[in-house]
């Protein structure tokens, strides 16, 4: 169903990569990911949007195939290079109706990229968006610019996970019922651990994206997050899930108060909803996107 592809971006030293499905003549939804996943960790979600959108998948810096690079470019530069890797490909797919959707910190940079005037799309989903209150980015910049960021309870729990297991099987086997995996169907997890995961020297396999690299995106924080929320001139609707992170709703109903082309609709289950029943968030995300405007 997926295509490779591969971006250099020579000024910052390092290549993004991701995967595509064939030019179909569907609409287009552009796709971004949440921090330590990939874009096919969505796997079992995006099946089902295959059969009504063709999909462009980009891992941000760090993530599935993409460079790691030296120090982590923060959110909106790599907001930037996400999009400038879909406009060098985009031509491809012709005159299509173009859509963004992205989930958890891609939902964040989703918004980054709906900011620029430019954008080629004509309306977005925001699946769990971390949209962070004014107080606690002003606490992430000022932690960050002291050099304390790693020192937050997500940057320290992302610095101590696991990264390596023996096997593929073993790792699932490992991750099963826990943590951020709690409630994940049995394909959404084999999704992650056939595509998050690589092969290490060692004979076993390893995280594809580095706990520093997570631990670096949880003690930081986007900039100019909330006037970007406010300058989105399309149709927006925040998917957010009822048993999320508490931040998380108040920033969506922040968000639909302050632009009124952002909607905001709560459903079933926590942070990775999509994860706990792919076929309703499709079918959430297929009926917001190609409702007639």
């Not at 003549?25 to 990939?38: A, E, K, M, S, Y």
């Not at 430019?118 to 925001?126: G, I, R, T």
């Not at 980015?137 to 000022?142: A, E, I, K, R, Y």
Request: glycine content about 10%; some cysteine; overall charge neutral.
């Amino acid at each position: 169903m997926f295509e490779a592809w591969s971006h250099p971006v020579p000024e910052v030293g390092l290549t993004l990569r991701g995967w595509r499905t064939p030019p179909s003549g569907r609409p287009l939804i552009h796709f971004l990911h949440g921090n330590g996943f990939c874009g096919r960790t969505y796997e079992p979600m995006l099946r089902h949007l295959a059969q009504d959108f063709d999909l462009w998948l980009s891992d941000i810096q760090g993530h599935g195939d993409s460079d790691h690079g030296d120090r982590f470019l923060g959110w909106n530069r790599n907001a930037e290079l996400a999009m400038q890797a879909f406009r060098a490909h985009q031509h491809l797919y012709g005159a299509v109706p173009t859509f963004a959707l992205g989930h958890s910190f891609g939902g964040v940079l989703t918004s980054l990229m709906l900011a620029d005037r430019q954008h080629p799309f004509q309306k977005a989903v925001l699946l769990d968006p971390v949209l962070f209150p004014a107080a606690m980015l002003m606490g992430m910049s000022f932690i960050s610019m002291v050099g304390v960021g790693k020192l937050t309870p997500l940057a320290r729990a992302a610095m101590q996970r696991r990264k390596q297991w023996p096997s593929r099987d073993e790792a699932y086997q490992a991750l099963w019922g826990r943590g951020t995996y709690k409630g994940w169907t049995e394909e959404a997890l084999r999704a992650f651990v056939d595509h998050a995961l690589k092969d290490s020297t060692d004979g076993g396999v390893e995280l594809k994206c580095a706990p520093s690299r997570e631990a670096d995106i949880f003690s930081s924080a986007p900039e100019r997050l909330w006037g970007s929320v406010g300058r989105i001139r399309i149709p927006t609707l925040i998917l957010h899930g009822a048993d999320s992170t508490p931040f998380v709703e108040p920033g969506a109903t922040h968000a639909a108060s302050i632009n009124q082309l952002v909607q905001k609709r709560q459903v079933p289950g926590g942070h990775c909803f999509m994860q706990e029943d792919p076929a309703r968030a499709a079918q959430q995300v297929r009926d917001y996107l190609l409702a007639a405007a």
